[in-house]
């Protein structure tokens, strides 16, 4: 009988290995081979050049590729207007071989459908040529989608084997309004197994590395489309965040992000993890290397009536009076607070120094900086963290014994590891061993999680009594994580994000600075929060991050989308004439 039961375990493990390397045999044979690069050596770091070196992209279409990263909205006018000379095939093409260069530098795309996304771009031309105007607000705009967002007629993977041959028989709502739009999903991008890591590695389709340096990490879950956004590969990507998964690789890809709070966006039909736990809703958001694209992309899906869609989409049409910032002083004279230390971790000296930056631009146009007072963040991180697993695991045990694959336990490489002294996680210590929770302890918490958000409420409404507005803080100001992008196994949570997502804040992500060694040098040791903060202090030294993006985080209200949006835009600006 044991014999038996050893044949067939063996077997399956045989299988789903079989299963995996078929798979990704069959995506690198949908790569066109006049598309083929010579890729650079595994010792080249820093491969964001390769689009233009490689030599694949005429020098329209890198004209294309610049006018995408630098402005998305302007690239999408010019679509939308049929005098302009762009053609969606023209543009679509060019981001093809784009993301299809990044890909083989960084591993970052999971299906890959040239033929479809061309025919689908032709079909937008023909729409414009015949009727003169463009079909939607996106109209021929190329768009990446995280491998959740489910495509008729396309396997969705989501970072599991047991998903492998499993073709979908319907489009999920988003891609069903992006096509009512006109765009043109082209890629689909890499997740980490399980969805719930803050880095981008599965049994499928292996690991997805930064393209500032390929020894870190893109972040995660949203990873792939870090790496294609970082490499120019897309002009606007969309990715999902239950627990940081947009901001953690908007930050450590130098991109711009949103953060919607729940059901502000249609999320109907898309694959996840985790299915049923609605305590802390999966909410998806654009990313992308314009700050044109937060309004571009978020004003097109609301107002292509989501509700009508997707029974849990909030009914709220764009307004465009909050945009122009109507609660919040009309824009002027406003007051931000900054988050310097969430009292969980530490962060690292180079996100100081953005918050430094960002604290003297604001200052410079006139408005009021205070620092942030924490409430309740071991608590908020315990509950949330705790609902996230209350389930003891189950979830991730049955996806992974439908194939026969192992549940991935850790993000570092199995050759080279960065060494780091962390034998076992905050999160870990908090929420304790796996368990099962009943059905009344998930309504504990459920109870307790009202709470906290009630409390945090009173505590950011409070701040009116500290600013010189009479009003409470307009928007706060946190890293994203308390690191920079960081090396392969080692994006630990550091609550940052899990703020945004137990309290349903709307986030948005900017990118600020760069890793510079000279100014950021190691700070003397500080009273360690616990050991979690203790061993990321150790672990920073300016040469292991030199040159990786430094982004940081906007914190405003739930359901806020158009005002955080115009105030990291308007952030923006004051940075970058800082800069200037």
């Given at each position: 009988?044991?014999?038996?039961?050893?044949?067939?375990?063996?077997?399956?493990?045989?299988?789903?290995?079989?299963l995996c390397n078929?798979h990704k045999t069959?995506?690198?044979?949908?790569?066109?081979?006049?598309?083929?690069?010579?890729?650079?050596?595994?010792?080249?770091l820093?491969?964001?050049?390769?689009t233009?070196?490689?030599?694949?992209l005429s020098?329209?279409?890198?004209?294309i590729?610049?006018?995408g990263?630098?402005?998305?909205?302007a690239?999408?006018?010019?679509?939308?207007?049929?005098?302009?000379?762009y053609?969606s095939?023209?543009?679509?093409?060019a981001?093809l071989?784009?993301?299809?260069?990044?890909?083989?530098?960084?591993?970052?795309?999971?299906?890959i459908?040239?033929?479809?996304?061309?025919e689908?771009a032709?079909e937008?031309?023909?729409y414009?040529?015949?009727?003169?105007e463009p079909?939607?607000?996106?109209h021929?705009?190329?768009?990446s989608l995280?491998?959740?967002?489910?495509?008729?007629g396309?396997?969705?993977?989501?970072?599991?084997a047991?998903?492998?041959?499993?073709?979908?028989?319907?489009?999920?709502?988003?891609?069903?309004?992006?096509?009512?739009?006109?765009?043109v999903?082209?890629?689909?991008?890499?997740v980490?197994q399980?969805?719930?890591w803050?880095?981008?590695?599965?049994?499928v389709?292996?690991?997805?590395t930064n393209?500032?340096?390929?020894?870190?990490?893109?972040?995660g879950?949203?990873?792939?489309?870090?790496?294609?956004?970082a490499?120019?590969?897309?002009p606007?990507?969309?990715?999902?965040?239950?627990?940081?998964?947009?901001?953690?690789?908007?930050?450590?890809?130098?991109?711009?992000?949103?953060?919607p709070?729940?059901?502000?966006?249609?999320?109907?039909g898309?694959?996840n993890?985790?299915?049923?736990?609605?305590?802390?809703?999966?909410?998806?958001?654009?990313?992308?290397?314009?700050?044109?694209?937060?309004?571009?992309?978020?004003k097109?899906i609301?107002?292509?009536?989501?509700?009508?869609h997707d029974?849990?989409?909030v009914?709220?049409?764009?307004?465009?009076e909050?945009?122009?910032l109507?609660?919040?002083g009309g824009?002027?004279?406003?007051c931000?607070?900054?988050?310097?230390?969430?009292?969980?971790?530490?962060?690292?000296?180079?996100?100081?120094?953005?918050?430094?930056i960002?604290?003297?631009?604001?200052?410079?146009e006139?408005?009021?900086v205070?620092?942030?007072?924490?409430l309740?963040?071991?608590?908020?991180?315990?509950?949330a963290?705790t609902?996230?697993v209350?389930?003891?695991?189950?979830?991730?045990?049955?996806s992974c014994?439908a194939?026969?694959?192992?549940?991935?336990?850790?993000?570092?490489?199995?050759?080279?590891?960065?060494?780091?002294?962390?034998?076992?996680?905050?999160?870990?210590?908090?929420?304790?061993?796996?368990r099962?929770?009943?059905?009344?302890?998930?309504?504990q918490l459920?109870t307790?999680?009202?709470?906290?958000r009630?409390a945090?409420?009173?505590?950011?409404?409070?701040t009116?009594?500290?600013t010189?507005?009479?009003?409470?803080?307009?928007?706060?100001?946190s890293?994203?994580?308390?690191?920079?992008?960081?090396?392969?196994?080692?994006?630990?949570d550091?609550?940052?994000?899990?703020?945004?997502?137990?309290?349903?804040?709307?986030?948005?992500?900017?990118?600020?600075?760069?890793?510079?060694?000279?100014?950021d040098?190691?700070?003397?040791?500080?009273?360690?929060?616990?050991?979690e903060?203790?061993a990321?202090?150790?672990?920073?030294h300016?040469?292991?991050?030199?040159?990786v993006?430094?982004?940081?985080?906007?914190i405003?209200r739930?359901?806020?989308?158009e005002a955080?949006?115009?105030m990291?835009?308007?952030?923006?600006?004051?940075v970058?004439?800082?800069?200037a």
């Open positions: 009988m044991m014999a038996g039961t050893q044949a067939g375990t063996q077997t399956k493990a045989s299988d789903w290995r079989s078929a069959a995506q690198e044979a949908s790569i066109p081979d006049a598309w083929r690069i010579k890729p650079p050596l595994e010792t080249c820093d491969v964001r050049s390769v233009e070196d490689c030599g694949l020098p329209r279409e890198l004209e590729i610049d006018l990263t630098k402005d998305v909205s690239l999408a006018r010019l679509l939308a207007d049929k005098d302009s000379g053609t095939l023209e543009v679509t093409t981001y071989k784009s993301a299809i260069i990044a890909h083989q530098v960084t591993n970052c795309l999971t299906e459908f040239v033929e479809r996304a061309l689908r032709r937008v031309d023909k414009m040529a015949k009727h003169g079909m939607g607000h996106l021929g705009l190329p768009i995280k491998d959740q967002f489910t495509m008729k396309l396997e969705t993977i989501m970072g599991y047991c998903n492998i041959g499993k073709f979908s028989e319907n489009d999920c709502v988003l891609v069903e309004i992006l096509y009512e739009l006109g765009a999903p082209f890629v689909r991008t890499n980490p399980t969805l719930m803050g880095e981008t590695h599965n049994n389709f292996g690991r997805t393209p500032y340096n390929r020894k870190l990490t893109p972040g879950s949203s990873g792939g489309e870090g790496a294609l956004l490499m120019r590969g897309s606007l990507g969309i990715g999902t965040d239950i627990d940081g998964s947009l901001r953690i690789p908007s930050a450590f890809c130098g991109l711009y992000t949103l953060r709070s729940y059901e502000r966006l249609p999320y109907h898309a694959s993890t985790l299915m049923g736990q609605e305590s802390i809703s999966s909410v998806l958001g654009p990313m992308a290397t314009s700050i044109s694209s937060l309004k571009l992309f978020t097109a609301i107002d292509a009536r989501p509700w009508d029974p849990f989409a009914r709220k049409v764009w307004n465009e909050e945009y122009r109507a609660q919040h824009g002027k004279e406003m931000f607070a900054i988050m310097w230390d969430n009292e969980v971790v530490k962060p690292h000296p180079p996100l100081i120094r953005a918050m430094r960002v604290k003297r631009a604001l200052e410079k006139g408005h009021q205070i620092d942030w007072e924490t309740n963040h071991i608590d908020i991180y315990r509950n963290q609902i996230l209350a389930d003891g695991g189950e979830d991730y045990r049955r014994e194939s026969g694959e192992p549940l991935i336990t850790s993000m570092s490489p199995e050759t080279d590891p960065h060494p780091f002294n962390l034998e076992v996680s905050l999160v870990k210590t908090l929420v304790g061993p796996p099962d929770r009943t059905s009344w302890e998930l309504w459920h307790e999680k009202r709470a906290l009630k945090y409420l009173d505590h950011w409404n409070a009116r009594n500290r010189k507005t009479g009003r409470p803080v307009d928007a706060i100001i890293p994203a994580v308390a690191y920079t992008a960081c090396p392969h196994g080692l994006n630990y550091s609550f940052y994000t899990t703020l945004g997502n137990a309290m349903d804040y709307t986030c948005a992500v900017f990118p600020v600075t760069f890793v510079d060694p000279k100014l040098t190691p700070l003397p040791p500080h009273e360690f929060h616990n050991h903060d203790e990321f202090y150790k672990l920073y300016p040469d292991v991050f030199p040159g993006p430094v982004g940081l985080q906007l405003g739930t359901l806020e989308e955080v949006i115009a990291v835009e308007m952030v923006d600006a004051a970058k004439k800082l800069a």
